[in-house]
Nanobody
Framework: QVQLVESGGGLVQAGGSLRLSCTAS????????MGWFRQAPGKEREFVAA????????EYSDYVKGRFTISKASAVNTGYLQMNSLQPEDTAVYYC??????????????????WGQGTQVTVSS
């Protein structure tokens, strides 16, 4: 089982930026897809973005498209989520996850194999 550790969360003012990192404890050679999800208080966990590990093809939710960028650095077993133009509604705990299989629907939480513990992102108005 791969352990994932998120970092980079914090408190930022509206309009600001943060970059989240997701580092795996072991090799990511078998990974197919890495995803980022978020969960706000009282709400369900929702899809943010995903990237295929070998090809780098990215998908985004409509809420973050044009503001967030997902990327990866396979050599250091790390994925990233660059978040720009942050808004208070982006406040949530952000989680990364991975799958070793092709995911026809990357938005589906249940398709992922392992999850990190999450990192808090708080955007003040």
């Amino acid at each position: 089982q791969v352990q994932l550790v998120e970092s980079g969360g914090g408190l930022v003012q509206a309009g600001g930026s943060l970059r989240l990192s997701c580092t795996a404890s072991g090799s990511t050679d078998s990974w197919h897809t890495m995803g980022w999800f978020r969960q706000a208080p009282g709400k369900e966990r929702e899809f943010v973005a995903a990237i295929t590990w070998s090809g780098g093809r990215a998908e985004y939710s409509d809420y973050v498209k044009g503001r967030f960028t997902i990327s990866k650095a396979s050599a250091v077993n790390t994925g990233y989520l660059q978040m720009n133009s942050l808004q208070p509604e982006d406040t949530a705990v952000y989680y990364c996850a991975h799958s070793i299989r092709y995911l026809p629907q990357v938005q589906r939480l249940g398709e992922y194999d392992d999850w990190g513990q999450g990192t808090q992102v708080t955007v003040s108005s």
